[in-house]
Structure formats: C-alpha cells, structure tokens
Nanobody, 125 residues
Framework: QVQLVESGGGLVQPGGSLRLSCTVSGSIYSVDAMDWYRQAPGNQRELVARITSSSLTHYLDSVKGRFTISRDNAKNTAYLQMTNLKPEDTAVYYC???????????????????WGQGTQVTVSS
C-alpha cells in the first residue's frame, strides 16, 4: 500500500523556520511531481510548491524567496524548507503526489492523486 508520511510541523515564532518532510512508502518504482499544499481554517486548499521529477520547481507567489522545495529521489522524499515564517503561513500542510508507478505484488501499476495526512504549522508569538 502506497502512503505519504509527513513530518516536521509545529509551533514557531514569526521569522522562524521549519522543515517539512514527505516520504512515499511502499513498493515504488518512480514518483512524478511532488507537491505541498496548505489549508487554513475557512480557506480553500492551495498549492504552495511543486517539484517535478526533473527538479523543476514552482511556488505560490506569497512564499517565493522564503520557501524552498527539494527532493531526494533515492529516498522518495520531498522537503519543504520554510524560512521567515509569517502568521499567515499558519495552516495544515499536505503532501501530494499526482502520479506514481508502483511495483507492488511484482507487477507494474499506476496510482494517482495521493495525499498525506497533513501536518500542522502554526506561526505565532
């Protein structure tokens, strides 16, 4: 069973930093893009950052210059380094994989639209 396991959330003061991690567990052959979304209370879920399989990146305008997404393909893990955090960054952060190739059961299969359980990030003094 493919799962996304997130870690690294917590409480931080404004101006502080946090690093989120997302690991794809299971019998994985390859992972397409890896995304970080966030959702604050009363708001829609929004795409914060994306990194493709070839490490091209895309960022939400409000986090450009403060957040950095990266990945370690050997570990099937994506990271979101967040610096100069602001109270408006407070949200539940979700890891998302649009598509991947699995080798579970000794055969090739494809899975789509996989979400992690979310990790809370709170920026407050």
């Amino acid at each position: 069973q493919v799962q996304l396991v997130e870690s690294g959330g917590g409480l931080v003061q404004p101006g502080g930093s946090l690093r989120l991690s997302c690991t794809v567990s299971g019998s994985i052959y390859s992972v397409d893009a890896m995304d970080w979304y966030r959702q604050a209370p009363g708001n829609q879920r929004e795409l914060v950052a994306r990194i493709t399989s070839s490490s091209l990146t895309h960022y939400l305008d409000s986090v450009k210059g403060r957040f950095t997404i990266s990945r370690d393909n050997a570990k099937n893990t994506a990271y979101l380094q967040m610096t100069n955090l602001k109270p408006e960054d407070t949200a539940v952060y979700y890891c998302h994989v649009p598509a991947l190739t699995s080798t579970a059961g000794g055969r090739i299969s494809y899975e789509y639209d996989i979400w992690g359980q979310g990790t809370q990030v709170t920026v407050s003094s």
